[in-house]
């Protein structure tokens, strides 16, 4: 099966984006990492005035990762007399990924990244460990709190942009703003925007390693940006509500690391999908896997990414036309009890003791509150739910 995409005129050979990290660190990096198979490849925030990371910059939780990681640490320049053309090795589109001080800023970087040869462009809204980290390393510089419920300079800086360039326009919102995401989607997709990629690191947030107490990340506090997994559930439903709302390109990023989390984003709504953390994590291989696992489950499933896009929106509304979009009364789960090997996970989830096991599986339906833990647990599958077909 065909996983090809068109986006604005540009032919992706499939919907899978490196977003924004050090996969994209440089020309020759964007050239290497293209022959792991992915759709497109994004460069590293380019700026005018790029700052080394705090180190140390990553550290990993269960089911995420933090990072405080700051933009590209080439100068401008160096992407665009050298290392934007490196990168069209590749072979792939390149988006180049790009931040100003003003929306004049932007709208120039936009032109050069244009001019050096980058495909798309993307511009990124709220880095929430940024502030504090360029305030350490240059004292005399002051950076106000990020506007967080004003997106009316985000329109601005989009607006600008969209006069300078002819390139498919991409605005990267932060995990920040999942409160009001349609306001910031509206400011966007009114300055000019051609597609949305949700979403960026939320934050600020931070571990400590409890033998030294220390932070695990460098900077002034170690305050990073989180990723991974544990942001999956944020941002597949900030998909889900820009899809509801508005007819625009929708770019899904957020714990991306297997086929299975690809497709909740398409079903949400999401057209392509962005991975970062799982490379970082597993190496660029993990890209290739995953769209390798993309194309046999459309294969043995006999679809197509059009097909599939949107598709909870549309189970969303079946509930609505048939009285179930709230449903009060207990349904107990269904048992196979030929798949039941007697591990015992669903009996000591249950907190309503309802559950039973022997041999098999028993659940008592009088005492079952219908809550649907057992059938989300069982590694088996043989419990099921059947309040929604």
């Given amino acids: 099966m065909s996983l090809e995409f068109d986006f604005k005129g540009i032919r992706l050979k499939n919907p899978v984006i490196v977003t924004a990290g050090e996969h994209g660190r440089d020309g020759k990096t964007i050239r290497e990492v293209a022959a792991s198979g992915v759709g497109a490849i994004t460069t590293k925030t380019i700026t005018n005035i790029p700052l080394p990371d705090p180190l140390p910059c990553y550290a990993k939780i269960d089911n995420g990762f933090l990072n405080v990681v700051l933009s590209a640490v080439h100068p401008a320049e160096q992407w665009f007399d050298t290392d934007m053309a490196e990168a069209k090795k590749g072979g792939v589109p390149v988006i180049a990924n790009f931040a100003g001080s003003s929306p004049s800023e932007s709208a120039e970087l936009a032109k050069k990244c244009e001019d050096a ?38 329109y601005e800086t989009v607006k600008a942009v969209r006069k300078s360039t002819s390139l498919p326009l991409i605005g990267k919102l932060s995990a920040i703003f999942h409160l009001n995401t349609k306001n910031w989607v509206k400011a966007g997709v009114d300055a000019g925007l051609d597609a949305i990629e949700v979403a960026d690191t939320l934050g600020p947030v931070m571990l400590i390693d409890i033998a030294t107490g ?33 007819d625009i390109t929708i770019i899904g990023s957020g714990g991306i690391s297997t086929y299975k989390d690809a497709v909740e984003y398409i079903m949400a709504g999401a057209s392509m999908v962005g991975v970062c953390t799982v490379g970082h994590l597993k190496g660029i291989g993990a890209y290739t896997k995953l769209i390798k696992d993309l194309e046999r489950y459309f294969d043995e499933n006999d679809t197509t990414l059009e097909e599939i896009r949107g598709l909870a929106l549309k189970k969303v509304e079946q509930r609505k036309k048939k009285g179930l979009a709230a449903i009060t009364k207990p349904l107990p789960p269904e048992i196979t009890a030929e798949r039941c090997n007697a591990c015992g996970i669903c009996e000591r989830s249950c907190i309503y003791g309802a559950i039973t096991v022997d041999d098999v599986v028993h659940v008592d339906s009088g005492s079952c509150y219908g809550c649907g833990l057992c059938a989300d647990v069982c590694p088996k599958h043989a419990l099921e739910m059947t309040y929604y077909k």
């Fill in 214 to 246: 220390q932070p695990k990340l460098g900077g002034p506090r170690g305050f990073g940006g989180l990723s991974g997994g544990a942001l999956k559930p944020l941002t597949l439903r900030m998909v889900f509500e820009i899809a509801q709302d508005f």
């Fill in 117 to 154: 040869g980058a495909d798309m462009i993307e511009l990124p809204t709220h880095c929430p460990h940024l502030a504090e980290n360029i305030e350490a390393q240059i004292p005399e510089i002051k950076l106000p709190p990020p506007e967080i419920y004003d997106p009316k300079p985000f």
